[in-house]
C-alpha cells in the first residue's frame, strides 16, 4: 500500500470514529467522549486558520496533569472532516448552506429558542420521528431519521437535561459559543441587548440548520413544496441525501415569498410549486343586480403565458393570501398583484361639456 493511500485510510477511520462526536459553533470546534470512555472528557479548540489551532482544553482528568487522548485525536477528526468535504472554513461553508438561508427565514420574528420548544419522540418503524413544538404548542418542524441521528438532533436542538452526567451537545455548543463571541456581542450583552445576529444564533432554527448542515449538508438534498388544498398550509420536504432522513415543516403564510425567492434564486433539488410568483391585476365587474342596481364587484385577472386569461372574484381568494402573494388553486401557482401608481378614478360627469 502506498504511503498516500494508507494516509488516506488513516485519515477515513479517524473520521468514521469521530465524526458523529464532532460538533463545532464559529471557529470553536469540540470533541465529545465515546460512551466506552472509561476516562470521558470534553476536547475544545478554536480554529485560528485552516491549520492553526489555538487554545486547547479538555475537561477529562488527564488533561490536567499533561495531554490527553481527546486533545490528539479532535485535531485529527477536524482535519480529516475538513480534507474530506474540502471545507477550508467551516463556519463560512455552513453561512453559504441552504439549510443556513432556510433557518434565517424561519427564525425572523420567531422567539423560539432551545429553552421554549417541546419535543416529542415517536418509533416509526425502524425510525424515529421527533415532533417539534413552539412555545405555543404549534407543531412547527417533524423529523423522520434513524435513531442515532434523531438523537444527535434532540441533542443539538434541545436543553440538555438536568441532572445529565453525559458530555451534552447543547452545553458544549453553548460553551463554544461563548468562546468565540465577538467584542461587541459582548459590549451589547453587557447592556442588556442582543446584537440581530446573535439572537439568531441563539434560536432553534439556527440549531436546527446547524443539525442540517451536519448530517444531510451539502448540495445532495431534495427540497419539495406543495400547497396542503385541505388547510392551506404551505409545507416544505426536505429529503437527506438518499433519502435517509426527512424534514418536514409548514411555513407561516409570510415567510413563503421570501422562501420561495430563495428557490428561485438556487433552485438546485428543488421541485413543487413554481418559484416565481405571475403577475395579477385587480379589475373591477360592473353588472347590475335584480334591483336594478349598479354593483361594482372587485376581481383578479389571471393571464396566462400564452395570454388566456381568467377572473377570480377577489372575495373568493381570499383564503389564499400568503401576504402579498396570492395561490392561485386551479392553476397551482402564487401570484402577485402588480402595484399600480394610480391611487383612484374620476369619473366625468356626463352632462358636463
Ligand atoms: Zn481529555
Redesign the pocket.
Known amino acids: 500500500m502506498s504511503k498516500k493511500t494508507q494516509k488516506e485510510k488513516t485519515n477515513q477511520t479517524v473520521l468514521e470514529n469521530g465524526i458523529e462526536r464532532f460538533e463545532f459553533y464559529r471557529n470553536g470546534i469540540a470533541l465529545l467522549p465515546e460512551s466506552k470512555d472509561q ?1 470521558p ?1 470534553v ?1 475544545i479548540m478554536i480554529v485560528e486558520d485552516k491549520l492553526n489551532l489555538s487554545f486547547r482544553f ?3 482528568k ?2 490536567s496533569t499533561k495531554s ?4 490528539i485525536e479532535l485535531p485529527q477528526v477536524y482535519r480529516a472532516y475538513i480534507k474530506k468535504f474540502a471545507i477550508s472554513n467551516l463556519e463560512e461553508n455552513f453561512k453559504k448552506n441552504r439549510w443556513y438561508r432556510i433557518a434565517r427565514v424561519m427564525a425572523n420574528e420567531s422567539h423560539e429558542t432551545p429553552a421554549t420548544i417541546q419535543l416529542q419522540c415517536n418509533e416509526f418503524g425502524d425510525e424515529k420521528v421527533v415532533n417539534v413544538f413552539d412555545s405555543k404548542g404549534n407543531e412547527i418542524l417533524s423529523y423522520l431519521a434513524d435513531a442515532n441521528r434523531c438523537e444527535r438532533f434532540v441533542g443539538r436542538c434541545s436543553l440538555s437535561k438536568k441532572n445529565n452526567k453525559r458530555a451534552s451537545r447543547d452545553k458544549v455548543i453553548k460553551k463554544l459559543a461563548r468562546l468565540t463571541i465577538t467584542n461587541n456581542e459582548r459590549a451589547m450583552l453587557d447592556r442588556g441587548l442582543r446584537t440581530r445576529g446573535l439572537a439568531f444564533r441563539e434560536s432553534f432554527w439556527y440549531r436546527f440548520a446547524y443539525h442540517a448542515f451536519r448530517e444531510s449538508g451539502r448540495n445532495d438534498c431534495r427540497f419539495k413544496t406543495a400547497v396542503d388544498e385541505r388547510n392551506g398550509s404551505f409545507v416544505l420536504t426536505c429529503t437527506g441525501a438518499g433519502g435517509d432522513q426527512v424534514f418536514r415543516m409548514d411555513i407561516p403564510r409570510l415567510k413563503v415569498k421570501e422562501l420561495l425567492s430563495d428557490f428561485n434564486q438556487d433552485s438546485t433539488g428543488y421541485e413543487g410549486v413554481p418559484t416565481h410568483p405571475v403577475p395579477l391585476k385587480t379589475v373591477f365587474c360592473l353588472s347590475l343586480n335584480k334591483q336594478q342596481e349598479l354593483e361594482i364587484v372587485p376581481h383578479i385577472r389571471f393571464e396566462d403565458k400564452t395570454g388566456g386569461q381568467k377572473l377570480y372574484e377577489s372575495e373568493s381568494l381570499k383564503p389564499n393570501v400568503y401576504g402579498t402573494l396570492i395561490y392561485i388553486e386551479e392553476k397551482g401557482v402564487f401570484g402577485e398583484l402588480e402595484h399600480s401608481d394610480r391611487t383612484g378614478w374620476i369619473f366625468k360627469d356626463p352632462e358636463k361639456k
Not at 68 to 71: G, N, R, S, T
Request: hydrophobic residues 15%; proline residues 0%; charged residues 10%.
Open positions: 476516562t472528557g476536547a479538555c475537561s477529562c488527564q488533561y490527553c487522548e481527546h486533545i
